[in-house]
């Protein structure tokens, strides 16, 4: 089935159904509720989609959408290569389009439970991999000229990546939810176990550099108390 | 026997594809020499045991020069007179064969020399801006310099700082999130508009609602943005839909 051969009332229903609404009613379904087919709460319309399951269009919809950033972020990377930190707010703002036309779409359609697993996965990772982008790009600053196309290539390349790797995860959850599988017991383990290792890293650094700020703290005084001995 | 203008031709298209000038002459003198090309008789020197001598020697040199930048600027001068040379049997040769035969001899030898020269030009910069590329880029050294010059603070600052980038974006992430729920649902209470039937305040997109089920006609009407206007895309993916996904 084709968009195409759809008529335009077809077409709104569709499009509120993908956006988490009832399709006739237009009110905001619970989690989880228009993948599974059942019945709106409020008007008991029937939420199966006639025209094919709606993770597959939900796949469809955000695979158009995910070349836009790339291209953007792509072009404006080459033409601010040589300036530092312009290409990494770029991927910033690449990474905020993928969170609101990929991602939001896809959580809307996912029960509670899964749509925080989902949201929190997505965020640690998101948070991880943004934080890694910056250094290569930043680095590349130092190539000058060369730089320029690298950095256009690189962040192209990262914000592609960061919009494939979100619509397969969801596509994969969405799948899920639409055959009513729970959220398995790894998947909380493993967002539990990034947040923790990132709040952990974070607490190293800082006692890190209290550390060095005492020791050199220290090691100031004992020069002046030395220099005062004299 | 080779014509001239033809074996000339084939020395001004070595010559201009980059084939080194000395060695395309000198295989052309040998030519003469051997009785295989005819050469006019005001370049007959060319065939004598010195001139050959000197252009093998040219040749060596050539070759030798290309391999060190620093010789290669030194005997640049000598490198564009050899150019300028073939360049100039070029333009002699193409007085018959384009049917240029009016035009002076001088005239076509200096504007065969002028193209060789402006090709030899246009390859030693060429030759420069590939040496500076790999200087750049390639060179260990210039690394430890751009490395020295801040390169290594940089990037140990800035992994050092990759978890608070990381977090920063969590919780901005985080605190972007619950901005879109709130701003969801203040405008989730805007776009709608009484009921025709019972006057319930129902959403401007609804066919039917909810309270009284009454069938209701759309005021707003909702597309598949890029999804519906790009058919081909579409097309293209319909037969992924028809397929069971799972």
Redesign the interface.
């Known amino acids: 089935?084709?968009?195409?051969a759809l008529s335009?009332?077809e077409?709104?229903?569709?499009?509120?159904l993908?956006?988490g609404?009832?399709?006739?009613?237009?009110?905001?379904l619970p989690g989880g509720v228009a993948l599974e087919g059942s019945q709106?709460p409020?008007?008991?319309?029937s939420l199966r989609n006639p025209h094919?399951?709606l993770?597959?269009?939900y796949a469809?919809?955000t695979?158009?959408?995910m070349w836009v950033a790339v291209v953007l972020v792509g072009a404006g990377a080459f033409l601010t290569g040589m300036l530092p930190l312009v290409a990494s707010l770029l991927v910033l703002a690449g990474l905020?389009w993928i969170?609101?036309t990929i991602i939001?779409p896809g959580t809307r359609l996912l029960s509670t439970g899964r749509r925080i697993v989902s949201?929190w996965t997505l965020?640690?990772g998101?948070?991880?991999f943004?934080?890694?982008c910056?250094?290569v790009i930043?680095?590349l600053t130092?190539?000058?000229f060369?730089g320029m196309p690298l950095k256009a290539a690189i962040a192209a390349v990262q914000v592609a990546f960061a919009a494939w790797f979100s619509r397969r995860y969801l596509a994969w959850q969405t799948?899920r939810e639409a055959?009513r599988a729970g959220v398995a017991a790894w998947e909380w383990a493993l967002v539990l176990g990034a947040?923790a290792a990132?709040?952990l890293?974070?607490a190293?650094?800082v006692v890190t550099l209290v550390w060095v700020k005492d020791a050199l703290a220290a090691a100031m005084t004992a020069v002046d108390g030395g220099t005062l001995a004299k | 026997m080779i014509p001239f203008d033809a074996a000339s031709r084939l020395l001004g298209l070595a010559t201009a594809s980059g084939t080194r000038a000395a060695l395309s002459l000198l295989l052309l003198a040998a030519g003469a020499r051997l009785g295989k090309v005819a050469l006019p008789p005001g370049l007959g020197f060319l065939t004598h045991d010195a001139a050959l001598g000197a252009l093998l020697a040219l040749s060596i040199l050539e070759q030798a020069t290309q391999r060190d930048d620093d010789v290669r600027k030194l005997l640049a001068v000598l490198s564009y007179g050899v150019h300028g040379l073939a360049g100039t049997l070029v333009g002699l040769a193409a007085q018959k064969s384009v049917g240029l035969e009016h035009a002076p001899p001088v005239a076509l030898g200096a504007a065969g020399a002028a193209l060789a020269l402006l090709t030899q030009g246009a390859r030693q910069r060429l030759h420069d801006a590939l040496g500076a590329?790999e200087h750049?880029?390639v060179s260990p050294r210039r690394w430890l310099v751009?490395l020295e010059n801040g390169?290594v603070l940089?990037?140990a600052v800035?992994?050092?700082?990759?978890?608070?980038?990381?977090?920063?974006?969590?919780l901005s992430?985080?605190a972007?999130?619950v901005a879109?729920l709130v701003a969801a649902r203040k405008l989730?209470g805007r776009a709608r508009r009484p009921c025709p039937a019972c006057g319930a305040r129902?959403?401007?997109?609804?066919?039917?609602?909810?309270k009284c089920?009454a069938e209701v006609d759309?005021v707003t009407?909702?597309?598949?943005?890029?999804?519906?206007r790009?058919?081909a895309?579409?097309?293209s993916?319909?037969t992924?839909?028809?397929t069971p996904?799972?």
């Open positions: 089935m084709t968009t195409a335009p009332r077409v709104h229903r569709l499009a509120l993908l956006e609404r009832c399709p006739s009613c237009a009110e905001r709106c409020r008007c008991d319309t094919g399951p993770e597959d269009w469809r919809r695979s158009a959408r905020a969170r609101f939001a949201q965020r640690l998101g948070g991880a943004a934080a890694g910056f250094i930043e680095a130092l190539l000058s060369l799948r055959a947040a990132l709040v890293a974070c190293v650094l | 590329l750049d880029v751009r390169g940089g990037v800035a992994a050092l700082l990759a978890p608070v980038v990381a977090l920063a974006f969590v992430g985080a972007l999130t879109a989730e129902i959403r401007e997109e609804a066919s039917r609602c909810p089920r759309p009407w909702r597309d598949l943005g890029w999804l519906h790009a058919g895309l579409a097309s993916a319909a992924s839909l028809e996904s799972r």
